[in-house]
């Protein structure tokens, strides 16, 4: 097949401000209806927008995070529509002199490295919401009018629904590493409009672009990206006529249905906001922004691979996000044992947060408990079993793990006379499997091992145990 899939993406997030983007009003979740509004972010005739300089900080601090440049001079636009939501009938957005622009993100799908190019990210003012009920009304509602908005384009670099959805994986944790946005798709904080067409680069031919709507998950993205594909790969085999529009993907048939025929750029009639002076971000301004940028995932995943030899595996897991990478280093840090630090952060420690709900910047249980419980391990003090065994308490209680052991007395055996007394004790009580042993067969030690574990409920020293065992069985 000469031709191959174009996908670019669209992303919108909502911006973590504590006020609107061009008026004071709140940004929270859950207010009464219409209860965070003014006559700015309602529209009223006369009332003068003032662009939040904090939001105009989260997208500089995502542009460079991004590989972009800032704009040194970036203007508002109005972007011209009727519709309901949108109070003043145009929204407040950027067009051609963008925040930032020309950054570029390294992936990675099924083992195969690829490069998307980051057109822009700017700032814009998210609408209100209608609601249609059954009975035929409609309510319109302003809580969301005004809230700040960032827009991420990429150039169409995609050639699959696969690298699609690692890069909105990757994007999601970048956001919420950068502290910028919740980046929650499910609350709307995160949305996500392709672009798919089919490309003949040797021809020079190619099927109309088609804009995809209303995709809610990162699942249904894929799925949506993915049919469009396959659907217009049809098209051209059936000489299905084909139109540049947008679709929306219907989750109850799972394919894209036509919407409407696109609007393009004039249609908008874009022009520039009169209402207010262009943003020059200042070149220290900028740097500051820049120096407060943290390690970004991609970048911590590799050094978790190179400074503590973990498995790829692990490192993504753990890098997964911010608090739980930070709980890890620390975890590692005090008990000198980074890999046995992963594994019980991923395993134990990852099921008992959420047993009750927490995360690791909130649960009593701190790194350096965990540091020192991993290192009695590693010392003989307890076995792995113990520790597994008082977790959950530990869990709760967090501090000393020493105090919990001594509580209950559960140091690990080490004194040599004493095994060695219970190992000849496991021997005479189990003469069957002694001689199994003694005749060659190691399997048989098992039982031994098993009884001497038995009696000393779990504390005997394993390695110990074992050396006893094989040294008196003449092995
Ligand atoms: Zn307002
Ligand atoms: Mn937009």
């Not at 949305?191 to 190619?206: I, S, Y």
């Not at 036509?258 to 200042?282: C, G, H, N, Q, T």
């Not at 009593?364 to 307890?382: K, W």
């Not at 690990?412 to 189990?430: F, P």
Request: proline share 6%; net charge negative.
């Amino acid at each position: 097949m000469a031709y191959r899939p174009m996908v670019g993406l669209e992303v919108h997030a909502q911006l973590l401000t504590t006020s609107k983007m061009f008026c004071g009003c709140p940004v929270e979740f859950g207010s009464e209806p219409n209860g965070n509004c003014c006559p700015v972010c309602i529209g009223l005739p006369g009332a003068l927008p003032v662009p939040n300089k904090k939001a105009v900080e989260l997208v500089i601090r995502t542009g460079l995070a991004l590989g972009c440049q800032v704009g040194e001079s970036c203007r508002f636009y109005r972007k011209n529509y009727f519709y309901p939501d949108l109070a003043k009938n145009f929204q407040i957005s950027q067009y051609d002199e963008p925040l930032t622009f020309g950054g570029t993100i390294e992936l990675e799908a099924d083992g195969e490295p690829f490069t998307i190019r980051i057109r822009r990210a700017h700032l814009e003012e998210d609408t209100g919401k209608n609601t249609h009920l059954s009975d035929g009304r409609s309510l319109v509602e302003y809580n969301r009018s005004g809230v700040p908005l960032m827009e991420i384009v990429t150039e169409p670099d995609f050639t699959s629904a696969d690298q699609v959805r690692v890069y909105l994986l990757e994007l999601r944790r970048l956001l919420r590493y950068l502290g910028v946005s919740t980046a929650n798709m499910e609350e709307g904080a995160m949305r996500c409009e392709p672009t798919v067409n089919l490309v003949d680069r040797e021809a020079g031919n190619a099927t109309p672009k088609v804009e995809i709507k209303n995709l809610a998950s990162f699942r249904v993205v894929h799925d949506a990206v993915s049919y469009e594909i396959e659907r217009q790969h049809w098209c051209l085999e059936h000489d299905e006529p084909m139109r540049q529009e947008t679709r929306r993907w219907n989750s109850t048939e799972q394919k894209t249905t036509s919407m409407r025929v696109k609007e393009s750029a004039d249609d908008y009639m874009y022009f520039p906001e009169p209402d207010l002076v262009p943003i020059v971000p200042e070149a220290e301004w900028v740097e500051s922004i820049r120096a407060s940028i943290p390690e970004l995932p991609l970048q911590r995943r590799a050094r978790f691979v190179s400074a503590y030899g973990l498995p790829e595996y692990d490192a993504e897991v753990l890098t997964d996000n911010r608090v739980m990478a930070d709980y890890f280093e620390a975890a590692a840090e005090a008990s000198g044992d980074p890999k046995s630090a992963s594994n019980w952060v991923m395993g134990d420690f990852t099921y008992q947060l959420s047993e009750h709900g927490q995360t690791p910047d909130t649960c009593t249980l701190r790194p350096e408990d965990l540091g020192r419980l991993i290192a009695l391990i590693n010392d003989g003090t307890i076995s792995t079993k113990i520790a597994k065994d008082i977790f959950a308490e530990f869990f709760e209680r967090g501090g000393d793990p020493g105090a919990i052991i001594n509580e209950k007395g559960l140091e690990q055996i080490s004194d040599t006379s004493e095994l060695e007394a219970i190992c000849d004790a496991a021997i005479e009580a189990n003469p069957k499997a002694a001689d199994d042993v003694r005749a060659g067969k190691q399997k048989a030690l098992g039982a031994i091992v098993g009884f001497v574990m038995k009696e000393t409920r779990g504390q005997a020293n394993p390695g110990l145990v074992n050396e006893i065992l094989q040294r008196k069985l003449g092995q």
